[in-house]
């Protein structure tokens, strides 16, 4: 016991460069080609119907906005296509180029104010996002803010699946949030709204209730994905100002 608070109290953290990898186990991009015999094996493994096969150099398409990274499709292929450690980077509606924090400032002239709402997640999306203000992440030296009420909010950033439930918080808070908005839907739920499949309970993607700018792939995403989401939409918001 007195080891382990020994350790921590020696151990220190520090602020790291945005890094868009993860450990060597982590399931990230999907790349190889895949066989034509094995297409259809692998389509029918994806539980979120993100796997489609295709007639393109690499046998197959991925909607990233609904895969959940779980290896199904990558096990059916028998080490034709295999999982990058890399992340998978966001999906913007529109054009938007890489920022950085004195950009954020140049270009949009203040911070960026996020409100979130979790419209029905498992919550491991809403740790992650807890994680971008931890002083590994520091979300807070690229001038990104977590606000409490979303009429203060530039950009929502909406979690989890949209249940029947949570619904009418999502319009509402959209509706709340001053011109120009954004909404950023954070995860496989979220983005593709097919990791829990359809029930009385579930609306689906936030794509169905509000109007998305940005998908966040992953399942959850890893901070530093979503970081290049936040600052992604600075860039888009000026555009909208
Ligand atoms: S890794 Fe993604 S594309 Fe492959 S089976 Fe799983 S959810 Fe589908
Ligand atoms: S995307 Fe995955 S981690 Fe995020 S809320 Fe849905 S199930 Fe949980």
């Known amino acids: 016991m007195f080891k382990v608070i020994e350790r921590l109290l020696k151990d220190k953290i520090a602020?790291?460069?945005?890094?868009?990898?993860?450990?060597?186990?982590?399931?990230?991009?999907?790349?190889?080609?895949?066989?034509?015999?094995?297409?259809?094996?692998?389509?029918?493994?994806?539980p979120v119907g993100a796997f489609q096969p295709a007639e393109n150099e690499a046998g197959y398409t991925i909607d990233y906005r609904r895969c959940i990274f779980c290896g199904a499709c990558v096990a059916k292929a028998m080490g034709a296509i295999k999982h990058e450690n890399s992340d998978v980077?966001?999906?913007?509606?529109?054009?938007?180029?890489?920022?950085?924090?004195?950009?954020?400032?140049?270009?949009?002239?203040?911070?960026?104010?996020?409100?979130h709402l979790d419209a029905g997640s498992c919550n491991a999306c809403d740790f992650e996002m807890g994680a971008m203000s931890n002083p590994v992440y520091d979300l807070h030296r690229f001038g990104v803010h977590v606000d409490a009420s979303p009429r203060h909010a530039d950009l929502l950033m909406v979690t989890g699946v949209v249940?029947?439930?949570?619904?009418?918080?999502?319009?509402?808070?959209?509706?709340?949030?001053?011109?120009?908005?954004?909404?950023?839907?954070?995860?496989?739920?979220?983005a593709g709204g097919n990791t829990y499949g359809e029930s009385y309970a579930i609306v689906g993607a936030a794509d169905k209730v509000v109007p998305v700018d940005i998908y966040i792939p992953g399942c959850p995403p890893r901070p530093a994905a979503m970081i290049a989401g936040l600052l992604a939409a600075a860039d888009m918001l000026k555009a909208k100002m």
């Open 15 to 46: 602020t790291e460069e945005l890094s868009f990898s993860g450990s060597e186990r982590y399931r990230g991009k999907i790349t190889g080609s895949c066989p034509q015999n094995l297409r259809a094996a692998c389509a029918a493994a994806c």
């Open 89 to 115: 980077m966001p999906v913007l509606t529109e054009t938007a180029a890489e920022v950085t924090a004195a950009a954020i400032k140049q270009k949009l002239g203040r911070s960026l104010h996020v409100r």
């Open 163 to 190: 249940t029947r439930n949570l619904e009418q918080a999502l319009k509402m808070s959209y509706e709340a949030m001053p011109e120009p908005r954004l909404v950023m839907a954070c995860g496989a739920c979220a």
